[in-house]
């Protein structure tokens, strides 16, 4: 992929601009059930740029912002354990509990407990906290298959500048340097409020910050009509990453009492995951979250162009060099 920057001229030129999506303006979908309105969803992007002379025939600036915004309503089902069974009721369930001290080591010989219900001393203290974060059921509320609606807010915000300066030092040489920054941030919620879950649409769950920092300098001179030397360089710095919204407590740890859930440093906080089979996932589910990416690309591109009679030739280097520092 090849960027082009802007460049200034001898007049002052400026734009603006806006682009909005909203869903109370669209048409509805044509399936859409009698009643029912469009899911929220709202974009907005605008900037502006202006460019111009530092000095006449010398100098120039070219300068843009823009901003990107979207708020949109994710939602989709969840499948979480009935009121009765976080309780350790298995009573209509179809399934049989087994005391798990009871008979031999290999699961043989084991006694059902009483009645189909575990007795409240022999829940563990971390299962019986995080079944009272779970809300309860709120459809289907008979069923072990997606008896659970959830409904939130997901945020996304990008901010982008960019700036160029240009010299001409004499009819032979020019140079230029760039820079640019971009901050983004979104927010993705998980679907079980305090219990956590996996997000919605998939994605991190939490708030992802981001900054990206590239700036170049650059020039050409042109030793005749038919030589001509370009040279560029350029640095990239890239900070992104993602961390949970439960990240500041060592739940694990210091809440649930669960040795080895959390270390000593900041990134290890939060819930860890709770995975059931047949049933929604509790906690933190994600494997990647939270992340930190700190990564540094240098560039440097040297390029001689030569042309003999009816030839054009060229000749030149590149070199990348990649500084990979991420957490995950």
Partial sequence: INVFTKSGTNGFHGTAWEYNTISALAAKNYFLPVGKV???????????NIGGPIVRNKAFFFVNWER????????GFQTIAPVSIRTGNFQGTGVTIYDPSTGNADGTGRTPFQDNIIPPGRISTAAAMMAALLPAPNINTTS???????????????????????????????????????????????????AGGNTLDGGQPGTAPS??????????????????????????????????????????LTVLKIPGTNGTSRLYGGYPQFGMTGL?????????????????????????????????????????????????
Avoid at 38 to 48: M, S, V
Avoid at 68 to 75: E, F, G, Y
Avoid at 219 to 241: E, I, K, M
Avoid at 287 to 314: C, E, M, W
């Fill in 68 to 75: 990107s915004r979207r708020s949109q309503a994710v939602n």
């Fill in 144 to 194: 072990l298959s997606n008896n659970y609606f959830a409904s939130d807010s997901a945020e996304y915000t990008r901010d982008t500048i960019d700036s160029r300066v240009d010299y001409n030092p004499s009819s032979k040489s020019t140079v230029f340097g760039r820079y640019s920054i971009q901050r983004t941030n979104l927010f993705d919620p998980q679907p079980l409020g305090a």
């Fill in 280 to 328: 929604s996932s509790i906690g933190n589910p994600n494997a990647s979250n939270p992340f930190q990416f700190r990564d540094n690309v240098y560039t440097t591109a040297v390029n001689l162009t030569a042309i003999f009679g009816k030839h054009s030739t060229r000749y030149g280097l590149e070199y990348e060099h990649y500084g990979v520092n991420n957490f995950q």
């Fill in 38 to 48: 469009n899911p929220k969803y709202i974009l907005n992007q605008f900037g502006a």
């Fill in 211 to 252: 900054i990206i920092q590239p700036v170049g300098i650059g020039g050409t001179y042109a030793f005749s009509p038919t030589v001509l030397l370009d040279a560029n360089f350029g640095y990239t710095r890239q900070g992104l990453s993602a961390e949970n919204s439960d990240i500041g407590t060592n739940y694990g």
